[in-house]
């Protein structure tokens, strides 16, 4: 029997003095915390010796958690983890995938399969990464949207392998196909086509999940691993814990790889818990016809829970008036429109007092962040808001505006739009004094949406920095919307900053490809073509904006996690997530001050 524990000699005096000399690290350099889901036998919530093991090994701090339902308990565990194990164990209930059970299902346990589901969904929503094993791998597939097969020697169209070996747990009994490409299981295990696993399953993956890949298969195509394409979430249907402990250097390699991202989640949770983190563009007031209440998951991207389980400090929620007629009538519409949302997005400071504020000005993002708090700052997303009356600069202002996206889709009467008709080419003559009166009045100017005519002339016009509060790379994504290397290094010249935008018809020409992966590159790409003091994240949620791997506020800390593997520092980090723009902001609310 393998012995995995090291066990002192019984001596309390030496026991007790051994706990008090121990220094512990300092957290940056303390094992992440693993959440190991657990079994439920005979009354017990119990776990097999060999996950503890394997997760100690692999230098992660394991933690047991009990088989319970309550929500309040086990969103108060999964908050604290740094990475979630979902174990082995029985057959999943089939009424989870609306499905009747086959005479070949065994035993189920109704009350397990909602405690995993449970796990699986709080962990998620926290983007804590996971890793699935056997039946761990099977229910993570349920609960992101695939199939299982009840019974595979029942349901499997074509002949299979013994997938329950009588081996002791620790051999292998069959080998196992990687896929090709570039994948999870194959940086593991440096490149190999085929590995050997053990086998102790007659419930397998049948449809992958959607947002995941199939990344191994058995000789006979049951699926053995899956991964999602851009989260650190991988499941495997072998029990790797069973091997990892007596010195199987692959399966050592698969926990080690997983520590490896609970410690770097660790990290990018810590650095969020010391930076200021700032998304500048959000779209939210616009998808309520009426009254909305961003306290409660109500359906949008962006709301207060949503900021909680994503660690982001603030957000600006802008006021998007839709480009229509220019008549006077049609003109003060749009502005009473916009007071209207804008006004809606403060009285949720009334309705959430506890939970978040209003915020105008770098100063009171941070107080309110100390606070514990949420900051909510306005903007109002195209100048047609204005109509004709540069008083209402003022007015907006006094409402707490900090920015002004000068146009949207279409030409207003302030400037020509990136999707426009080039009325202006540029900026009007109204709009270079609403240019002008934005300066004096210490409100950004926002130049995402404007052609490059507007935007070279806002350049002229502008005695302070500009930014760009949903922009991206053309150079990477040839589309009008983005912003040019010219473009780019003239706005940072001038010390702006552009915030990349998460929709996806801005970061890849193949919208339904557009990935977390590929606003890294444009990150990258801007970082280094303008250096890191000019680059910010104005996601567009809730406008649209939604990529593969950050749909939305909580996935957010998924940027981080990335740039980490990147290798940006933890000073990038605060520069990119606010710190560069709340510099911008700084040196343009203090303009009418000189």
């Avoid at 709009?431 to 926002?446: A, P, Q, T």
């Avoid at 302070?464 to 780019?488: K, V």
């Amino acid at each position: 029997m393998l012995k995995i524990m090291k066990v002192r000699r019984p001596n309390l005096e030496a026991l007790y003095k051994e706990v008090d000399n121990y220094i512990p690290a300092k957290e940056s350099l303390q094992p992440p915390r693993i959440g190991i889901s657990a079994n439920r036998r005979d009354g017990l919530s119990c776990i097999a010796e060999t996950y503890v093991q394997a997760v100690l090994d692999a230098g992660g701090a394991p933690v047991l958690i009990p088989v319970i339902t309550d929500l309040k308990a086990l969103t108060v565990l999964v908050s604290e983890l740094d990475g979630l194990v979902m174990s082995g164990g029985g057959d999943i209930n089939p009424l989870y995938l609306h499905e009747e059970p086959i005479p070949q299902l065994q035993d189920v346990d109704t009350l397990r399969d909602e405690y995993d589901l449970i796990l699986l969904r709080l962990a998620a929503n926290r983007q804590i990464p996971i890793m699935g094993i056997c039946r761990g791998h099977q229910i993570m597939n349920v609960a992101f949207g695939g199939s299982v097969y009840q019974d595979i020697h029942s349901q499997a169209d074509h002949p299979l392998l013994k997938h329950s070996q009588t081996l002791a747990r620790e051999y292998p009994s069959h080998t196992v196909t990687l896929e090709p490409g570039t994948n999870q299981l194959r940086t593991i295990f440096n490149g190999e086509k085929q590995i050997l696993v053990n086998s102790f399953h007659h419930q397998a993956v049948k449809e992958v999940a959607p947002g995941f890949r199939a990344t191994a298969t058995a000789p006979d195509g049951i699926n053995e691993a899956m991964e999602h394409t851009e989260k650190t979430i991988f499941g495997v249907q072998w029990h790797p814990e069973a091997m990892a402990p007596q010195g199987d250097e692959a399966m050592k390699a698969l926990f080690a790889y997983h520590i490896e991202n609970a410690r770097r989640f660790a990290k990018a949770k810590a650095i969020h818990q010391q930076i200021v983190t700032i998304d500048s563009h959000t779209d939210t007031p616009m998808i309520f016809p009426g009254e909305f209440n961003i306290g409660e998951k109500e359906g949008g991207k962006v709301n207060l829970p949503f900021m909680e389980e994503g660690r982001i400090d603030a957000t600006f929620m802008v006021a998007y008036t839709p480009q229509g007629k220019r008549d006077e009538a049609s003109l003060q519409a749009a502005t009473a429109y916009a007071i209207e949302r804008l006004n809606q997005v403060k009285r949720q400071q009334t309705l959430h007092p506890d939970r978040m504020a209003i915020a105008t000005t770098p100063q009171e993002i941070r107080t309110i962040k100390a606070q514990g708090k949420k900051a909510i700052c306005l903007g109002i997303e195209n100048g047609y808001a204005l109509g004709k009356q540069i008083e209402n600069l003022r007015m907006f202002k006094e409402m707490g505006v900090s920015y002004i996206t000068l146009c949207h889709n279409g030409d207003n009467d302030i400037c020509d739009s990136a999707r426009g008709k080039q009325e202006w080419k540029g900026l009007s003559p109204f709009g270079k004094e609403v240019v002008k009166e934005m300066n004096r009045l210490g409100i950004m100017v926002d130049i995402s949406h404007a052609a490059e005519s507007t935007f070279y002339q806002v350049m002229e016009v502008s005695e302070t920095p500009i930014i760009a509060s949903h922009s991206s790379a053309r150079a990477l994504c040839d589309h009008p919307r983005n912003l040019t290397d010219d473009q780019l290094k003239a706005l940072a010249a001038q010390g702006g900053v552009a915030q990349i935008c998460l929709y996806k018809g801005f970061i890849n020409k193949e919208e339904d490809k557009a990935s977390l992966s590929d606003a890294i590159r444009h990150i990258n790409h801007i970082v280094d073509l303008i250096g890191i003091d000019h680059i910010g994240i104005g996601s567009d949620f809730d406008g649209d904006g939604e990529l593969i791997g950050c749909s939305a506020t909580n996935e957010l800390i998924n940027i981080t996690v990335r740039l980490l593997e990147e290798g940006y520092t933890e000073e990038d980090i605060r520069k990119i997530w606010g710190g560069n723009l709340l510099r911008v902001m700084t040196a343009i609310q203090d303009f009418p001050n000189k």
